[in-house]
């Protein structure tokens, strides 16, 4: 279990109403920022500190891995410079009872914050302007929050379902999908089918793909069409319904597909997740696969692939 | 494949509207139907003459085995001394460019009815008012539509998805649950997340299921809260809210006992549905299961196993 901390600057507001953050992949000139690769890194049960306008407000629970997804349409024009691609990290928020200023410790917790990375500047105790996501100690937590600290044992009645702002974030996609006027009324249909892998793009996904890559199941009730490049981060409905950016795969392999436990190589090697708990890899059958292949792919699988490896696989 | 004659009687028009056919379970004085039964026999692929009004107007494909639903809210008055539970199929519907009257051509099919369980009288080419769906032979099939029959391929872009009448049937569900006053604001919220196996549900069945029955998979991320009895036949909130009517599944091994392909004694002894292809049973490891068996349920859970062999496990 890690600790983070967001600098949200301006979109405070809809990340913790919305129940999520939400950050580019690269920085607007392209550069990597190891704040935006902890989206990434950030996995269930993390905590993070929500710091804005100089105040810790919030403390949140990480409720899934982060899902590349469009940039959330309540931004408006806050970050038109970002690309419109992003992490999309779920977090159940909760307001503190007394919102922290950590300028206010300044002196107790200059040296509790990291040397590299620091989402705070330690001779200033202003928020550190490249900051977005930044990983801090238990030590720091404990020192800003008070100790003992039972803040975030959320009672279960308000326990939400983990993937309701990756669901919201689909649904976005799905609006502006059937409000397109370039669309005709067919390919909008079939591209919100595409959504949960039926119609046409299952039809042609089983023109090349019969059966299971990984467990070479073929009973068509069992099996499921799966975007290889996810339904929500593809560019047109060209690529929502191409049959070369499927699979079709067993309930449990298209989860670990989906979640990016799994990946797969041109060549046909099976990728397995440093994240994949081993001996349930190995009940589920994936590390016999490991050895065996799964088969080699087309190119224009392939390109897919590629996509998958980069942005899903972790 | 097997082919299949019903009569509507006056549901009709909602049944090929909406894509399915719906029957009670029994008969109103609690007699078994072979009609009824035969909800639970069609298959999917299997072909279906819809005959109304003393003429056959369409003929459909069967999408995806029977579920237990509510009887759909379209049906209004019609019916009303049916059981609220029964059987949907999922049927894709097509029109016949021409109906064809039956009673036209009795002299040709009169030999070709079945002895049994006949959807018409041989002597007077009536409906039998008794039957609802029969079994008929591919050679009365082909007598009524004509050879060569290519009717039933349908073009790629009509393909619906094999569940959207359940779905629907689901949506039903959750709308006259969100609208019962009788419910209070948190208990209809976390009915419709427990839909989903999510919130207070899930929690709940946590507290008692660690584990797959059968993989053992115990990552949190990679189980699904399984309804034991479906969600939708509930007779209650207490019941979709019921921890011992869940289990804690990996994805494809929920989708099997989802579609009743498996089943749990309550002394552990796994079962495997004939229509569970061996092949791939053995694939997914099931077979595995059969000889082991998956540890006993409680006697609140052996209740809920109860209903789903009687009414899931086919």
Redesign the interface.
Known sequence: MRYWWVNHNQTAKQEVGNGYLWSPVREANGARSQFYENMRIAA?GDWVLSFANSFIGHVGIVQ?QARITPKPESFGSVGVYWANQGWLLPVWWKPLAEPVRPKANLKTIASLLPSKYSPLNPSTGNGNQKAYLAEVSKDLVDVLLGLPNSLLTAP??E????TASIQSADDLVEKSLTEDPALDT?VKL?SV?AR?G???F??RVAQIEQACRI????????LIASHIKPWRACASAAERLDGANGLML???????FD?GLISFKADGEVLISKRF?KI?AD???VQDALHKGCGGFTDAQAHYLNFHQTYVFW
Do not use: E, F, Y
């Open positions: 269930p899934d279960i009645a326990l939400l379902p983990a067919t079939q089918l949960r039926q119609g046409l299952r039809a467990t070479g199941v073929t009973t068509p009730n069992l067993t309930p449990h392999i298209d989860r670990l979640d708990c349930d009940r589920l059958g």
